[in-house]
Every structure is written in C-alpha cells, then in structure tokens.
C-alpha cells in the first residue's frame, strides 16, 4: 500500500506558492512504513542492482556472508531518516516525483550526505499519453519540537533558507543537475532526464522545489504561512514552489527509527527536535 494522501486539515496558498498541511492516521503511517517508506529505507533499488552485479561471482559461504556485510551494512536509521524516506515517499506517490538516485549509493562514511538538497530527481508534469519532464528538488525536516513553527525552519541549514536558495541561486541548482547528469547515462530514466535536462537549459527556473515538515503535534496553520507568503516574494514564473506538513500521531516520530531496527535490537540513534544531517 502507498503512502497515504491524508486528511487536508489547513490551506495557506500564497499566490502561486503551494502550502497545505495534511493529517496521517495510525493506520496510514504505518502502512506507510511498511511499505514504501520502508522500501527506501532499505534501499530495494540499490540491493537489487547490487545483487545483479555480484550474481555471478562463485563465492564460498564466508565469502557470501561477507559480502552481505559490505553491502547490507551500516547502523539502524535515525527517527530523521525516516522522516526524509516519509516525505520522499509521499512525494513520489502524489507530486509524480522520482528521485532516482539514493544518498546511499554516494556515502563515503557511514550516514554521509549530498550537499545542495536532501532530493535531487524529476517530475512528471505532462498527461499520461504525453508526459514530460523537469527537474525537482526537495528539502525535508523532521521535528519533535511542540513550538509552531518549529526550529529546523530556522538557521542556515533551516528549511526557509534551504528553500531560497534554491529558488534564488543558479549555482545551486546547475550543481545539483550536474549531480544527475553522471549518473544518468545508460539508466532506465536517461530518457526522462534529458527532457528535463532541455527545459532547463532554455530557462534554469523551470524546476519545481519541494520543503516537506514532517511533525507529530496538533496541526497548526503558522508552521507554513509566514513561510508561503514570504517565499512568495520572489517567485520567478516558471518555478513550481510547494510546502507541506504532514502531521502524523503524536509520539510517532521518537519511534520511527525502531521500526527498522534490526530484529532484537534495543537500541537506535535518534535526534531530539532538529533534524541533524552532516554536510548541509
């Protein structure tokens, strides 16, 4: 089962800026996590590639235990993780986002990250017999804080500037499309991305940017309105600009991590409040 699109308990559109905040029941988040969210987290995808490429290697049975400790290793995810594989999921099942490449297959030390934007992938924007393509970027917080709007909206690493910058700097966004482009070739989404890749090069805010607030507290309205109206601003033509809260159950996200803790597992790593990512 998907990600559910939830209840719409508040809608704060600015202008063309997109702002909505959607409710999850205990029902939908945990059909949530066991299936597309887990999916990434587990990174199906990437074990499934892995597997394919060592497929022929005639290993002894030590061998074959280590090379599932190569490739399956790695500490349990922080209740943080969870939350950015919660609104990738959500984003690919209803904004027809695809995000192809996983921060996992770039880490170089464990729980490594890829500076610029928590998502870098493409979007879906024509009709089903004639779709086409942009490129889409997207930032997610996860927060445990009661206050509204809550801290990881704030700072240099917060969600409102993550989010002008990358409406704002050209850089940034040519950094993230050069991302893409070195991994693009011979994928079964080359096709996609060169289309994407032509709306951008004839105007380089033809994108679409995504901040995601992942919150497990009552719904409340001042979490994203200052936040639409002011990103608002400066909203260049042809850039699509959406935020979302998704409030789940309270208490769930100190709990998110053990979900996927390994079987007999006691402990987890969590992050009380701020989401904490090395490298933004």
């Given at each position: ?15 063309r800026?997109?702002?909505?905040g ?7 988040r945990d059909?949530?996590?066991?299936s597309?969210?887990r ?6 995808k990437g074990?499934?590639?892995?597997a ?8 002894t049975?030590?061998?074959?235990k280590?090379l ?12 943080w993780e ?9 984003l690919?099942?209803?904004k ?18 890829l500076p ?13 017999k ?5 490129f ?12 509204c ?12 500037k993550q ?7 050209h850089e ?6 050069r ?16 289309e994407?890749l ?18 497990d507290v ?10 639409s ?8 033509p042809?850039m ?17 991590g053990?979900?996927f ?11 009380t ?8």
């Amino acid at each position: 089962m998907a990600v559910a699109l939830g209840t719409e308990v508040y809608k704060v559109d600015h202008l063309r800026v997109v702002a909505r905040g959607k409710s999850h029941s205990v029902s939908q988040r945990d059909a949530a996590l066991v299936s597309d969210v887990r999916a990434l987290i587990q990174d199906d995808k990437g074990s499934k590639k892995a597997a394919a490429l060592t497929s022929s290697l005639n290993l002894t049975g030590f061998a074959t235990k280590n090379l599932n400790a190569v490739l399956n290793g790695g500490s349990p995810p922080k209740d943080w993780e969870v939350g950015e594989a919660y609104g990738e999921a959500y984003l690919g099942t209803h904004k027809r986002c695809h995000f192809p490449w996983s921060d996992r297959w770039d880490e170089r030390k464990d729980k490594s990250s890829l500076p610029g934007s928590d998502l870098v992938g493409l979007q879906e924007t024509g009709t089903p017999k004639s779709p086409s393509f942009r490129f889409a970027f997207g930032e997610v917080k996860t927060s445990t804080e009661k206050k509204c709007p809550p801290g990881v909206m704030y700072g240099k690493e917060g969600l409102k500037k993550q989010m002008e910058d990358l409406r704002d700097q050209h850089e940034i966004r040519n950094t993230l499309v050069r991302y893409l482009t070195m991994r693009a070739q011979g994928a079964d989404w080359e096709d996609k991305f060169k289309e994407a890749l032509v709306r951008f090069l004839a105007e380089s805010t033809d994108v679409a940017i995504f901040g995601v607030l992942i919150r497990d507290v009552s719904p409340a309205e001042s979490d994203l309105k200052t936040r639409s109206k002011n990103i608002a601003k400066k909203h260049p033509p042809k850039m699509h600009i959406e935020l979302l809260a998704i409030y789940l159950p309270s208490g769930s996200i100190n709990n998110l991590g053990t979900t996927f803790a390994p079987a007999g597992s006691k402990t987890k790593a969590t992050t009380t409040g701020v989401k904490k990512k090395g490298g933004k």
